[in-house]
Structures are given as C-alpha cells and as structure tokens.
C-alpha cells in the first residue's frame, strides 16, 4: 500500500514536471537572427526588446543583425539577395502595406500568421486599419510593433524665437514667407538629407496640395500622375525645394545629421517621421516641448500620414519556434511598451499606452490622440501604399524632376513608374 502511495505520488510530480514543460512553450533554444536597418543612432529601442527576449529566452543565441541606411534603403537590397537565394532570416523588419503584400507576401515567401492572432487575442487590440494592411486573400501576415507618423515638421523653439520667427507655418504661403526671412539669415529654412528623404519630403507635399482624398486616389489609380492636380504637386514642390539644401551638401547627410543641423541652429525645419523624435529624446536627451517642438507639415493639418514597422515569418525560417516567440513577444503590451517610449512611435495595440502612460512624453501623447482621432492616410516612402519596386524606382522620377525642374516631364516619368511596378491603380 505504502509503495503505491509512492509510486502516485512520484506519477503525479512527474505529470506536473512533464506538463509544465509542455506548456512553457517559452523554452526556446537555438540561433535566432532578427534583420532589420535599425543600427547605430537607430538602435536603442530594438536593443531593449533584445533584452528583454534574452531575459524570457536565455538560452536562445539571438543574433542582431542589421544593415545601416534610413528606411531601409540598403536593407531591401540584402533582404531581396537572400531572400531570393533560400537564405531567409528568421524574421525581418517590413513595413505594413504593399512593401510586405506587393513585394513578399504575393510571391508567396511569407507565413499566415492567423493563428498566432487568433491565439493572442489580437484582432481585439490592434486597430482593423492596420489589420487591412498586413492581410492578403484572408491571411495575415506580420506583426506591427509601432505606428510612426510621417510627415511632422520638427524645429528648435529658442532658434525660431531668434530668428524672429513667432510661429511655425501652418500654410505653404505662410512657408515660403519665412523662407524668404530665413534665406535672409543665412539659414537653411528646411534641410533634407539623402535621396529618400526628398521623397519623403514629396509626399508630404503632395499630400498638402492634394489633400487625402486625392492623395489616396492616386494610389488607387482614380487620379493620373499626369493630371493637372498632380502638376500642381511638382510645381509647388519645385518651390519647397528651392528652400533646402538640396543643391549644397543634401545628398551626404544621413537623416540623423540633417537633424543635427536643426540643433546646431544652421537649419530652420525638418520634415521627417517621428523617428526624428526618438533620436532627439533618447540620443540627443532633448526635452520634448521645450528642447524641440512639432507641428504638421503646412497645410495637411487634421491628416495623419501613418506607416508602421512590422516583422514576419519567411518561409524557409530556420527557427520558427524562436521566431514566433520573437513575433508573440513584440505584439504584446510589454514588448509595445519597452520599444515605442524609446523609438518615438506609438503602440500600435489600442491598450498599450493606457497601461503605462508615464512611459509616453509630451510628444508621443499628443500624437497617441492625433492617431486615434485624425484623417489616416498612408505614406507612399515608407511602403504603405506603394510597393518595393514603385519607392525604388521613384528615384528616377525625382532625378528626372531636379535635372528638369519640369513638372510635366516629372508627371510623365512617374506615370511610367507606375506602369512599369505595378502601383498607382495600375
Ligand atoms: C522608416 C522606419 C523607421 C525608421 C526610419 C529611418 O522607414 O519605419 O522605423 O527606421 O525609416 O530609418
């Protein structure tokens, strides 16, 4: 009798000990590679949810491994090399729209990830907008870690007060009037960086002389790049660029140091994602509010030009358990809230910021709001509503347009463009 009694008892601690280990599908183990293009300046935020994995999977060897270059601009490039010689990372960084469905998802090289969703609870907490983006054919197929606001116009409060400048332009009338003042200066009144930060800066002007409505109909193919609303576009960006540095030394500033030059008081304005913010606060040690203010780009107030950095699962990922626990890890509220108060992007779960909103600075608040209560419009650079090949491509349009500086020859380019990658409606 007494032996039985043992014998149970030693069953039972074994059931316990066996099931336990059956249900802490946590133990992960093996070489973990997350790609993406957040190095140097841009890796705080990412290093903090690697921490944060090492301390659930200590036993995974999680590798970082990134290639330097704004927007991914160099990344794609690799990712595309791999990718298409079977040598997929185990998940990357992709943004949600048609960089993720129009590039990888339609060749088939990504994983539904439907379940994992189902599982998680997440069709709850992540808004059905984004939801839309990263679905095809009824799969879905990444994980959003952030949303990031694209086209904010950053300045340094005490220059602009010296420079006599009483408020940012909310207009672009009210723009090339403080261009013309701080030209005067001696002052760069907006300075723009590498190649995809004047296309950066495009979208952000075609959205204020198009307005959303048009915006989104030319990606939708219901307004022709050779319309007369999109020559306006040219034209007035033609002016907007006549107030960069474009012509000076543009093209060898990283987006980091075209901010710094806003800090070092050279430049008066900067249009760029909110990234910006993340750099200047977490790099920089800035205050936000006083040591750097925002405001939308002139003209497209009450919209919010959104894109959101996700990761996925490649087909062919050599340690998929490793990986979804990577995937499960950031979609939560813990890995939401460990990266975005760091990145200068907001959670892209609707219950994050409420769970700890001390995290979120001045900044990162009133953007919160903005998201939940403006006008959503996707942004064409960072991949929302173009694919891979239209953002790489559009460098030739741009080329063609400063070598020019003529709108309709731009126009025609672009229609082209689209023509050629399959965007714009086409
Ligand atoms: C964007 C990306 C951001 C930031 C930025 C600058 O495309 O979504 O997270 O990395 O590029 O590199």
Known sequence: MKKRVIFLISLLALQAVVGSVASRDEVQTGKL????????????????LIKL??????????????????????????LKTRMLGGNPPDTFQVHAGQELIGTWVVANRMQDLTWLYQQEGWFDVFPQSVIDRLSYKGGIYSVPVNIHRAGVMWYIPAHLAEWGIASPPATLQ??????????????????IGETWTAIHLWDEVALSVLGADDYEALWTGQLSPTSPEMIAVWDAYGKVLDCTNIGDNAAGLSWQQATDLLVSGDAAFNVMGDWVAGYLSTTLRLKAGDGYGWTDF?????????????????????????????????????????????????????????????????????????????????????????????????????????????????????????????????
């Open 33 to 48: 590679e997350i790609f993406s293009w957040w190095a140097g300046d841009e890796g705080p935020a990412l290093e903090a």
């Open 298 to 426: 002139p003209g497209t107030q009450g919209t919010f030009m959104w894109l959101s950095d996700t990761f996925g699962l490649p087909v062919g990922a050599p340690n998929q358990e490793a990986a979804v626990a990577w995937l499960k890890m950031i979609g939560s509220i813990e890995g939401q809230n460990t990266f975005n108060p760091l990145k200068g992007s907001i959670p892209a779960r609707t219950d994050a910021v409420d769970q700890a909103p001390d995290l979120y600075n001045e900044y990162l608040q009133y953007t919160a709001n903005e998201w939940a209560h403006e006008r959503l419009v996707g942004s064409m650079m960072h991949g929302v509503v173009a694919n891979e090949r239209f953002m790489g491509d559009f460098n030739q349009v741009l080329d063609i347009y400063i070598q020019s500086r003529s709108s309709s020859a731009a126009a025609e380019a672009m229609q082209s463009v689209c023509e050629q990658a399959g965007a714009c409606g086409f």
């Open 53 to 78: 994995y090492n301390t659930k999977y200590p036993d995974v060897d999680l590798i970082n491994a990134t290639v330097t270059g704004g927007a991914g601009v160099n990344f794609r490039a690799v």
């Open 174 to 191: 009210e723009f090339y009037a403080d261009c013309a003042t701080l030209q005067s200066k001696g002052i760069i009144p907006l300075v």
